[in-house]
């Protein structure tokens, strides 16, 4: 919203901006998980949903047209949709009979989450807003590191 706002956004566009992506995100999440269970090919679906963010966050800084970034954010929203859910999904089955620790795995997101904020805050003081989306560009490019190592188990029959 602070981004939004400091290239001249008025209040409503930044609310819809910002109230339009839980819409599409309800649709899309769905839509992609199932795509990804459908053909069996999760790594890929969150790889390409990675590449598409990591894309998304390297453009909006030099986007100031409403309309456009209206465009892109429906395009992140429906792009990061499936992330989530994906990475639980491979979590639990990478777990196996370890489940229970995966409330561990969380907190441990959690305390690097809360890091990364206190980090990016002190450079985005610093050197400007528009490193927030350097930032995301480059963990989510560390993320798609990380997801090639992930295992999705084999599918159940119903």
Known sequence: ALYYQSIGLTGAQVGLLLGLAPLISLVG???LTGLADKTQRHKLVLSLALVAVILWSLVVPFVYSFPLLLLLIMFNALAASPLNSLADSATMSMLGNERAMYGRIRMGG???WGLMAYFTGL???SRGLTWIFWIFAIGMAFNLLV???FSFGKAEEN
Do not use: A, F, K, R
Request: no cysteine; hydrophobic share 40%.
């Open 123 to 125: 450079i985005v003081e």
């Open 29 to 31: 999440g769905p839509l």
């Open 147 to 149: 997801v090639q190592g």
């Open 110 to 112: 959690s305390i690097g």
